[in-house]
């Protein structure tokens, strides 16, 4: 198949370090939302958010896991294998990062590496572009997803309150899940353009603004 | 330390890099190993996650672990300070810096409020930190239990299981054989209600600071290449019991060239004869006290005026 192979980063040491801050405080500040300026324009259904943070993360040594209409457009495969290096598997079991450019279906939780009780850290980051990302107070996102869910936990000070979405359904109960087992767990990078929030596995789901059906969780 | 010189102290000095580097001295591949590994670091805050340390063209011991996690996340406009013992003019602190400022060219500071990444060895500085700063600490050994269990299969069990009971052995036979507990340093501390983390060697009377910081913090150990996090507005415990609960140590004198009280000093022996006085160990912070004029008793005995706060 014949295409131009899109360009990287111009400047791979700063810019990809100028995206690893940006990850680096948005985990260390679950639900705040952090600019991520990216001149990158990768091809078909990879933003240009996703390729800023794989190319700034992944290489040899990182299995990646693309969900379906990534796989679909081998453009995407070449960019990434090009500029990364990163072996792309089938399996999302097997992957250290997960791209996600249709976060409505995303599999479930358990199907990613979650650690082991000996090395938690051996488990999945999950990379998501979502339409609707937001840290600001007020109606406005409905879902489905996290609207207006509120989170407490190491890097918030107080709560933290974020929308994102298009979600599957039951997102909030499987963060629920996913908190409830930590150490274990996987991590999750929301992106959108201009923008990104990181929710780390200690981020504790303390009920929802906006949602009435979402229930209050106990503190663990 | 030139105390008597305030004025003397660099603020952001700007000197372009040496050629030959790549910036920050790391390989793209290596940084990209610890960034992973600092990111997993935070979202599971007080577990020690192993990295590939390389070797660093100084000594394990001289904060090659420090020195790694700086490099990682050092961006050509961070300002870096560097702090050994509180000290920022002492060997290990200029050595540092120097070598970043040759390998990327960054500005450094000895001023705590316009740094924006901070590599201690053994202090957390007196003034507070603030959000968007990064506190990276230099660690030799970073496992808590190590003393206790020898063997890395063990004590990794015991983190799994949450099994700490043998810390707080140690603790009681603290107050056994000396009546209250007398860890002064690398006090164990419990982050976030789950893991607990050697704080590194640090006096106990930094570990309050710890403690819901608004500054990210985090932990590099070279030779035992483990890297760890305390995110931001984090509850830092230090073990303790009801009948003995945790103190930091006090000073029953304020600091002889600033006067500074509540901050964590220095003794220093003047002769042969056991004189001695006790300064500031944060040196920066002693600096910019006496740049306001603050007075501790051996310059009120100098003839000079001025008042101790």
């Known amino acids: 198949m014949a295409h131009r192979l899109a360009p990287g980063f111009a400047d791979p040491v700063h810019e990809g370090q100028a995206v690893f801050r940006a990850a680096m405080e948005a985990l260390s500040r679950p639900g705040r939302i952090r600019p991520l300026v990216t001149a990158l324009a990768p091809p078909g259904p990879l933003t240009p958010e996703l390729a800023a943070l794989a190319l700034a993360l992944t290489d040899a040594d990182t299995p990646v896991w693309l969900d379906a209409p990534l796989r679909a457009d081998p453009a995407v495969a070449g960019f990434l294998r090009f500029h990364t290096g990163a072996p792309l598997v089938a399996a999302p079991a097997e992957a250290a990062f997960a791209l996600i450019a249709d976060p409505a279906h995303c599999p479930p939780f358990t199907d990613f590496a979650q650690g082991t009780p000996a090395y938690p850290d051996a488990s999945a980051t999950l990379i998501l572009a979502v339409d609707t990302l937001s840290d600001e107070a007020g109606p406005g996102f409905t879902g489905p997803g996290f609207a207006g869910q509120v989170f407490a936990g190491p890097g918030i000070r107080g709560t933290a309150r974020l929308d994102a979405g298009p979600l599957p359904a039951d997102w909030a109960a499987r963060w629920a899940a996913n908190h409830a087992g930590f150490p274990l767990g996987i991590d999750c990078l929301f992106v959108a353009p201009g923008r990104l929030a990181g929710l780390p596995r200690s981020a504790r789901p303390v009920g929802a603004e906006a949602s009435p059906g979402s229930e209050a969780l106990p503190c663990t | ?309």
């Not at chain 2, 340390?53 to 996340?73: F, S």
């Not at chain 2, 893991?195 to 150990?221: E, H, I, R, W």
């Open chain 2, 1 to 309: 330390m030139n105390p008597s010189n305030p004025a003397a102290a660099p603020a952001a000095v700007t000197v372009s890099a040496g050629p030959g580097y790549s910036f920050a001295y790391l390989d793209a591949g290596t940084k990209r190993m610890i960034r992973r590994a600092i990111l997993k670091a935070i979202a599971i805050p007080g577990y020690q996650v192993p990295f590939a340390a390389r070797e660093m063209p100084m000594p394990y011991g001289w904060g090659t672990g420090g020195v790694q996690v700086t490099a990682a996340i050092l961006g050509a406009a961070d300002v870096l300070k560097v702090i050994d013992q509180g000290a920022d003019d002492t060997t290990n602190a200029v050595s540092i810096r120097r070598f970043f400022t040759a390998t990327a060219g960054i500005a450094t500071t000895t001023r705590t409020a316009e740094a924006s990444v901070i590599q201690t060895r053994h202090r957390i500085p007196e003034a507070p930190l603030v959000e968007g700063q990064v506190l990276v600490y230099q660690v030799p050994i970073p496992e808590p239990l190590r003393f206790l269990e020898p063997r890395e299969t063990e004590t990794r069990q015991l983190h799994a299981l949450a099994e700490y009971g043998l810390m707080h052995v140690k603790l009681y036979e603290d107050i056994a054989r000396h009546g209250h507990i007398a860890t002064t340093y690398a006090y164990p501390v419990e982050v976030a209600g789950r893991y607990v983390m050697d704080p590194s060697p640090t006096p106990k009377f930094d570990n309050p600071k710890m403690d819901d910081c608004p500054a990210l913090q985090l932990f590099g150990a070279g030779r035992e290449k483990r890297i760890y996090a305390i995110p931001p507005y984090t509850r830092v415990r230090s073990l303790d019991f009801e009948d003995h609960p945790f103190r930091v140590q006090s000073f029953d004198r304020p600091c002889a060239l600033c006067g500074a009280e509540g901050v964590y000093l220095d003794e220093v022996v003047l002769d042969d004869a056991g004189g001695r006085m006790f300064v500031c160990s944060d040196t920066d912070h002693c600096e910019s006290r006496l740049g306001e004029s603050c007075l501790g008793e051996t310059r009120r005995a100098d003839g000079q005026t001025g008042e101790a706060a």
